[in-house]
């Protein structure tokens, strides 16, 4: 198949040891690291997965992309989070998904990416710049056209009936009543905040509404390894928090 | 939306306090629980996501099919595991999958639900029970037809160049060289073991074969909160360990 | 040394694989597990630490009497946070130190093996069941004769100036003021909780009072392995929770 | 009591938000922070536990001479760790400890602060400049007169009967026959070792030996918490790995 050779301008995903980079083959460029200079024109024609001196050469992933490609102009979610989020929300293909509060658009290009061609990802943003910067984001890199991107405040929002929901702001408890507007009975809802202080303020906004069921809070860890095989141990030094999970379903009484 | 409502046999995941129960609606039959009983008959036409009495009735996601509906043979690889192994295999709407150890259809479903109808799942599975176990699995709780199950010995598999490999066998170190056969260069592979001896003995054979690079070893930590406002903790016990993941990228020399 | 060996009257600790019991050697009676039978007029005369049929019998340690021995009628505080709470105090041979909150005096007994003979304990219990109890465990337990109990209000408690304070009550925030009356500046402070809500609350109060500083909160996980060399690995379930740890110094402004 | 007010020459503890100092006090000097300048004749006649400026001066804890006094040039023991050890170990003020391999002698310190005036610690180390620096460390921050180090091989150390051993060298499993004739059944031995294939070879050597029981292995995971009252939260990272923790009892058989 001659198109999963490398093109110009294609995105590579450059390894060196620990460290990896997301660059454009700019044939008229080079790369230079640690492990030396990369001549990006000798790498068009070559199969994406080869060693060029020091390097490894691969097709970057969407771990790769969101990792290194999209500009960041608010807190990320971390694959550990964003992919459990996708299950828990039963994110398959051909799902519809609504996202409040695009952020920077990683999780968004993770949902289209399930999603795919038969699904649709609808995504508010109430911040210009956020908004804007998602946008580049999305339209550099979304592998499926399936993504609206609306950019109003939450509440000026009015779609339909949705089965997965997924909100990212600072204050996810003030809109638990217009969420319910927003989905059909038997939902899945999904939410990420960092401080114990907004995970008791939900649980109270659940208490009040009475209209979710099922309530789960979480948090997880991801540990790495050091690769060698005859010294086999954790990394010294870990990610010790990025976010409370918390999921709920939607339920009428 | 007419179809949304409860039908007769449709799966409906009944919710009471902290147990969970996954069950098909049998009109001419009832569930007892902790909770009173449920006349199945009376949930027919009403929508999911409802109170019955001091139960919650939900439309089942695929978390509660993998967790509550297929019946095991083997160990389960669990929800915080298997999402991530997804995401770190890059699994997209329209992915072709390899899943070499078809197990009981668990990782199977997921994929098979990520991929959708643009996509395919080939599963090899040498053992006859575990094989006609998944297929029973399969058949019942695909979403799409877009899984192919192989009852033969891994190495008797020869199929085209993959992408996305999942081996979740005893001894994957084995298979490197046949995997190597059935991969694109670039391709990503993800396996699972629950041992640190069979994560060093992985890591030898990715020293020998060096057709592998950008090797990551982790384990993933889930820990549940207690969902009372007023007073947020963590469980007190959780499960502290399934297996540690490997992924690895094929790199060519 | 002759006083080594097992004697009439003895506590014993019995492994027998996951199992751990604390014994008396009592010589009319025998111990009945899934090991066999013990007859403990057998043991009389023997060395601590030796096989016995299936039973391995070892001295008891402070781990094994605090874990086996006493009896409780509050939460336990474990090892893995009652030994880095007496790290924390500095406490070391011959430290006076201040338990407000005696509990079941599991903490008490450990402050009081690590103060020694030139140390001091005093311990508050308001309730008078817990004080009861506490006395008992206290009076059967201790090795050295360094404790004074003392049943009442904490707040009618008027000791010296100590440098080390540990509080293990429900509502600690309210003691801060009393602390400060019953420590010299400098002194250490610990404290333990359950809900993110309790520790909220302290914080709360440190920043009310100003008169502690280098305030420390942390939670420590203990994960134990399985002990097969052939298959090493976490066993499958571990204590998630047991509280958090506030740690702060006495400073005066 | 006079002696608690800063004199000459006494060490202090300095914090400054989230950073510590461990200095002396030379009166003819000053301290440059991120706080301003402390002049250290002001320090003097002034009680341990006062404000300065924005700095925090306390008297040190054990933990703050383990942390920041002790000059290092071996891997150091963390406090989680090494007050764990102290607790299965059953040191308590009187005990007899025996240590293989001093290191940088900081658990040598704190087995010498819980055994106190009537206890003794003999520690051993082959290589004479940890033995040397050691050796510094010790005379210059140890509270009781109970150390007595030896340098010499591991193997050519022949000491009475102990009941609690400590081992920290790189391939602890070559020295149990010898521990074996150091100790008294039913004494306590404790191990540190950072990789998982170390682990494994102490298992196979006690699976060989017989002569050890109760074996237990953990790993201790200490996450800290940010501490402001309304937005608690663990910080962001962590130490993910220090070492595996081997403790075992000598049985005879």
């Known amino acids: 198949m001659i198109e999963e050779n490398i093109k110009p301008d294609d995105l590579v995903l450059i390894c060196h040891r620990d460290r990896k980079y997301l ?45 290194l490609g999209i500009k960041r102009d608010t807190q990320i979610i971390y694959p550990k989070d964003a992919a459990y989020i996708c299950f828990k929300l039963n994110i398959t293909s051909g799902s519809n998904v609504l996202e409040l509060g695009t952020g920077s658009g990683a999780m968004t290009l993770l949902f289209s990416a399930i999603a795919g061609v038969d699904g649709k990802v609808i995504t508010v943003e109430k911040e210009e710049r956020h908004f804007k910067n998602a946008k580049r984001n999305i339209e550099k890199f979304s592998i499926f056209p399936n993504v ?13 009936g949705f089965k997965s929901v997924f909100i990212d702001v600072r204050e ?23 401080t114990t202080n907004q995970v008791t303020e939900i649980l ?11 309530i789960e809070i979480c948090e997880i860890m991801l540990r790495k390894y050091k690769t060698i095989s005859e010294r086999l141990r954790p990394f010294d030094r870990m990610v010790a928090h990025t976010g409370y999970l918390i999921f709920a379903r939607r339920i009428e009484t």
């Open 23 to 67: 660059k454009k083959v700019d044939i008229s460029s080079t790369f230079n690291g640690k492990g030396g200079n990369i001549i990006f024109s000798e790498l068009v024609g070559k199969p994406f997965g080869k060693l060029y001196g020091e390097y490894e050469i691969y097709k970057p992933t969407l771990e790769d992309i969101i990792m």
């Open 148 to 160: 609206e991107m609306i950019n109003c405040d939450i509440f000026d929002y009015k779609g339909p």
């Open 172 to 194: 996810p408890w003030h809109y638990l009543g217009h969420i319910i507007e927003l989905t059909k009975p038997s939902a899945s809802l999904g939410m990420i905040v960092p």
């Open 204 to 214: 109270k906004a659940f208490e009040t509404h009475k209209s979710f069921g099922n």
